[in-house]
């Protein structure tokens, strides 16, 4: 019986003794997330200790003094309060008064002052953490590899770069609130253990058994909160977003309906944990006031069957009680809703600091070398790469691209041409092989000073929510320079639809673009590259949405930039978008299976000629 009751405490113990670890191991990983706020976190809790002083300081003045205006004084012989109440008896009464009230509205204006600051802070230090993480996690998915960037999901991102941050500026201000809570509390029982132990005893006592008490109630319910808090935040971040991003697919297939149905119960359920959370949270306050008002009872009801010098000293002991606890009963809420909050948000610090360490793991590691003239060759030696937990890729590719040199890469879909360009822009990087420009490893080049010298436009056009002038100009150094891009325009033939808009170059294109068709985006991506005109120029399917005639007519200004000597690399479904290409590399699965001039390939290979359509065939058959 007596081994049993021993196991179920020392399992107990190990249990309290993980989840403490376990809570100091989240303190720690806050601080740290707080790194550059440490001084603002010191500085409160330094006026946190000021507000305590303070407090402690009125208690022992006022009671004294109270006292000091009776003959018969419960407090004397009790240390602090009789040694004020002696300092205070040689001064008449109205002096005495006028000492303290003096004394007491200096003390009221610095507790005024300092709690000022401190609420104002206590606010401002979760801002300043939140958006100092919501940076920090931009900043790690921008500068992250592709495949470790690829791999959050749109709800990870929302829950990184927005709720999480906010959650962990929370953890740190219930943190440093609790903190200072708990240092008031001692500073209080500090000055009540100099008073009468017997009192500390009690409070001790009431601590103790109300926190136990509390904690066995609610911390269950708290931890599950937590954890349907987050994934709740996720799944409805991601349903959002998806939502949002396919906003005219929803539309044209009727499923409007569907996707409010389910985004209404996600957010029903988001809600109804956050009520749960709340109505859990504020149990703190009353819980502890219920509790301290039974206590009380119970020992009015004791003197009323003590003796009266019995009754009298325990009267004593109430009376300090009750000051004690009304101070205290602020503190001590304070410091329990803090503990819970502070749980609550343990997963997103947690989540925080693993995602912002593999981040930094999974960091783009850049070389060295600068690229300093402009590409020359660019060569792909026994290339090889598959994408993470997949067969797909390309396989063995071996080819060099000369300066100058107009390269058609064609081939069916899924064939590997983006993942060539992918590679060639360093965004992923060759499992076996090498691809080297003028000479130097690809892997080895400052990646600055190879994009400087590249411009792609590929299949997806990204145009941003900004004017046509900020799309054309975008990511180049210095003024924008408007004749050029008006040629640019010209060029991509897309600026008789720019000149139709109502503010030209101005104009604001809004969000991904939406302003414009399919094939306007495609042009003005095409400018984008026209008017960069940078050494080694990438285009991916540029003409997919386009007319016949617009499509010949940018082919011929892809051939003047070609004749300017631009090293041009083109992706192409089919063969007639590339004429005018020097050479063509024919892509199937992956591999390269043919390559030479277009001619030459529409006579000697049946797969080109089977790509290339009916028309070419006759045309050259
Ligand atoms: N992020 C990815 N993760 C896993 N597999 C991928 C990924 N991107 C592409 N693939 C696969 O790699 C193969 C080559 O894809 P790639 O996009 O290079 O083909 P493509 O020739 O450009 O096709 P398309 O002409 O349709 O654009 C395909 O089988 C594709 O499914």
Request: aromatic residues 8%; charged residues 20%; proline residues 4%.
């Given at each position: ?9 020392r ?55 109270l ?6 004084s ?28 003096c ?18 802070m ?13 940076m ?13 960037a ?10 990184y ?6 959650r962990?500026g ?15 509390i ?51 971040t991601?349903?959002?977003?998806e939502a949002?991003n ?15 149905t ?20 504020n ?26 010098d ?19 009963l602020?503190?001590?809420?304070v ?13 997103p ?17 850049d ?18 790469f598959?994408?993470p ?7 063995d ?5 000369r ?5 058609a ?5 899924g064939?590997?041409?983006s ?59 210095g003024?924008?320079?408007d004749?050029?891009i ?23 294109l ?18 984008r ?29 892809i ?18 978008t ?13 591999r ?11 006579t ?18």
């Open positions: 019986m007596l081994g049993h009751a021993a196991r179920r405490f399992n107990r113990a190990s249990v309290w003794l993980a989840s403490l670890r376990g809570t100091l191991a989240v303190v720690l990983l806050t601080l740290k997330l707080a790194e550059g706020h440490w001084l603002f976190v010191v500085s409160y809790i330094l006026l946190a200790i000021i507000n305590a002083a303070t407090e402690s300081f009125s208690i022992m003045l006022i009671v004294p003094l006292q000091s205006f009776s003959s018969d419960i407090f004397a012989g009790v240390p602090v309060l009789d040694s004020v109440g002696q300092l205070l008896m040689p001064f008449p009464p109205e002096v005495r008064l006028r000492w303290v009230a004394i007491l509205l200096g003390i009221i204006l610095i507790k005024s002052a300092v709690q000022y600051f401190t609420e104002v206590i606010y401002l230090l979760p801002l300043r953490l939140e958006r100092d993480l919501r920090r996690a931009f900043a790690a998915i921008m500068e992250s590899n592709l495949t470790f690829e791999s959050i999901s749109t709800g990870d991102i929302g829950n770069t927005a709720s999480f941050p906010a962990a929370l953890a740190l201000r219930f943190l440093i609130q609790g903190t200072a809570a708990v240092i008031t001692a500073i209080m029982l500090g000055l009540f253990i100099a008073i009468t132990p017997s009192a500390l005893m009690g409070l001790a006592g009431f601590v103790i058994i109300g926190s136990v008490l509390f904690k066995s109630l609610t911390g269950p319910l708290a931890n599950r909160l937590d954890r349907e808090m987050t994934d709740s935040q996720r799944e409805f991601q349903a959002y977003f949002v396919n906003k005219r697919t929803i539309r044209i297939f009727n499923a409007t309906d569907t996707f409010l389910r985004i209404n119960k996600l957010l029903e359920r988001l809600r109804g944990v956050q009520t749960q959370t709340i109505a859990v949270q149990a703190t306050y009353p819980f502890f006031a219920t509790l301290s008002g039974v206590l009380v009872c119970g020992l009015v009801l004791m003197a009323s069957f003590a003796s009266p019995e009754a009298q000293a325990l009267l004593g002991v109430l009376l300090l009680f009750l000051v004690a606890s009304a101070r205290m602020g503190p001590f809420s410091a329990h809703i803090a503990r819970m909050h502070f749980s609550i948000h343990a997963d610090v947690r989540q925080m600091d693993f995602f912002l360490r593999e981040a930094a793991r999974n960091k783009d590691v070389g060295e070398t600068e690229l300093q003239r402009a590409a020359q060759e660019i060569t792909f030696r026994d290339v090889s598959a994408y937990g997949s067969q797909s890729g390309v396989k590719l071996d080819f060099t691209v300066p100058g040199e107009f390269l890469i064609v081939g069916p879909s064939s590997g041409k993942t060539i360009f992918h590679l060639l822009s360093r965004l992923r990087r060759p499992d076996q092989g090498e691809i080297t420009i003028s000479g130097h490893p690809l892997n080895e080049l400052q990646i600055r000073s190879w994009w400087n010298q590249l411009c792609i436009v590929s299949q997806d056009v990204p145009i941003f929510n900004a004017t046509v002038r900020e799309n054309i100009h975008f990511g180049k150094i003024e924008p320079d004749a050029r008006w040629d640019a325009l010209e060029n991509a033939v897309a600026a008789d639809f720019v000149r139709r808009m109502p503010d030209g170059l101005d104009s604001s809004g969000e991904f673009g939406s302003n414009l068709s399919g094939g306007e985006r495609q042009r003005l991506a095409l400018a590259a026209f008017y960069h005109r940078t050494p080694v120029i990438l285009l991916d399917e540029v003409t997919s949405q386009l007319d016949a005639e617009t499509e010949h007519r940018i082919a011929e200004s051939s003047r930039l070609h004749s300017e000597k631009h090293t041009i690399i083109a992706i192409a479904h089919r063969p007639k590339i004429r005018g290409a020097d050479r063509v590399l024919v892509l199937r699965d992956g390269v299976v043919a390559s030479g001039d277009h001619d030459t390939l529409l000697e290979n049946g797969f080109y000629r089977e790509m290339a359509g009916p028309s070419e065939k006759a045309v050259n058959g």
